[in-house]
């Protein structure tokens, strides 16, 4: 499976750059991973293949279970998204905005929290990874 985690600004703190890369390290048995950095919305959505499964994370989104992101999304995406690029998206400060969200296959959600959106890019990288285990059955996760 290939993801792409598209994000809006760059990562400029040496220890998020370390667990981005521990990630990325974990991530290469379960995916084939690009994380691209873009300086706006427009140019994220820009670089979209016109056929990628987007999904979006924003407060309006859904907040999911590892476990229903696990199976809503991982397992459905491999089994049933036709072989079609799937991207995570993550907006800058302000959010990813309503082109995005339009465009998105669906909006997810941390909860109701705000959260830096240059964080947000780790927790992505790690519900991934928690995700694929979960989906392999293999141990990682608790509920």
Do not use: N
């Not at 476990?67 to 907006?91: K, Y």
Request: aromatic share 8%.
């Amino acid at each position: 499976m290939k993801i792409t985690v598209a994000t809006v600004g760059r990562l400029k703190e040496d220890y998020l750059r370390a667990a981005e890369d521990e990630y990325r390290k974990r991530l290469r048995s379960y995916c084939t991973l690009a994380v691209t950095e873009h300086k706006t919305v427009e140019e994220l959505l820009a670089a979209l293949p016109a056929t990628a499964h987007l999904y979006g994370f924003d407060e309006r989104g859904d907040a999911l279970s590892s476990t229903e992101f696990a199976t809503g999304v991982l397992a459905r995406e491999q089994s049933h998204g036709g072989g079609a690029p799937v991207v995570f998206a993550i907006g800058g400060a302000d959010g990813l905005g309503d082109a995005a969200r339009a465009r998105a296959t669906r909006l997810l959600a941390f909860g109701r929290l705000t959260i830096a959106h240059r964080l947000v890019r780790v927790l992505v990288l790690e519900q991934l990874y928690r995700g694929f285990r979960i989906v392999r059955g293999e141990p990682y996760h608790r509920e």
